[in-house]
């Protein structure tokens, strides 16, 4: 079963998130938290923040034990950009592009598996099931 957690228009460049999320991509959910707590920077607070969505997505919607979740796929995508700028000598402008970023974690999980119930109705004889006195199927 996949689980999917997003967070749209973060404000991080893809490039920094995306050295991050290199360190964690494919491990498992647990793992990857703890990894993520170890670090010292915005981006791996960004994605442990998206981490923790998809985990209790996990458990809360689709009944999924936490230990049995790893990261399918982790990406990081380029969301739009804010333009400012700075004003230098000489009247010139300088362009500053604040870049923004998507995240999407992919979780993959294996449900438990329910034993089914197998329970045998008790058949009626073909006998009793013709009532006696009426033909089927012939005139009388």
Same mark, same amino acid.
């Given at each position: 079963?996949?689980?999917?957690?997003?967070?749209?228009?973060?404000?991080?460049?893809?490039?920094?998130?995306?050295?991050?999320?290199?360190?964690?991509? !494919?491990?498992?959910?647990? +793992?990857?938290?703890?990894? %993520?707590?170890?670090? $010292?920077? *915005?981006?791996? @607070? =960004?994605?442990?923040?998206?981490?923790?969505? !998809?985990?209790?997505?996990? +458990?809360?919607?689709?009944? %999924?034990?936490?230990? $049995?979740? *790893?990261?399918? @796929? =982790?990406?990081?995508?380029?969301?739009?950009?804010?333009?400012?700028?700075?004003?230098?000598?000489?009247?010139?402008?300088?362009?500053?592009? *604040?870049?923004?970023?998507?995240?999407?974690?992919?979780?993959?999980?294996?449900?438990?598996?329910?034993?089914?119930?197998?329970?045998?109705?008790?058949?009626?004889?073909?006998?009793?099931?013709?009532?006696?006195?009426?033909?089927?199927?012939?005139?009388?």
């Amino acid at each position: 079963m996949e689980v999917i957690a997003q967070t749209k228009f973060v404000r991080q460049t893809p490039r920094k998130l995306r050295l991050v999320a290199a360190e964690i991509r !494919g491990l498992k959910a647990l +793992e990857a938290e703890i990894i %993520l707590k170890s670090f $010292n920077k *915005k981006a791996a @607070r =960004l994605l442990l923040k998206t981490l923790r969505q !998809g985990i209790a997505n996990a +458990e809360n919607n689709f009944h %999924l034990e936490k230990d $049995n979740l *790893k990261i399918k @796929r =982790l990406e990081i995508s380029k969301g739009p950009q804010m333009k400012r700028y700075r004003f230098v000598a000489k009247g010139r402008v300088h362009q500053i592009l *604040k870049k923004m970023a998507h995240i999407k974690i992919i979780l993959e999980g294996e449900e438990e598996k329910k034993a089914k119930k197998s329970i045998k109705k008790e058949k009626k004889p073909v006998s009793a099931k013709i009532k006696k006195g009426k033909k089927h199927g012939t005139k009388n």
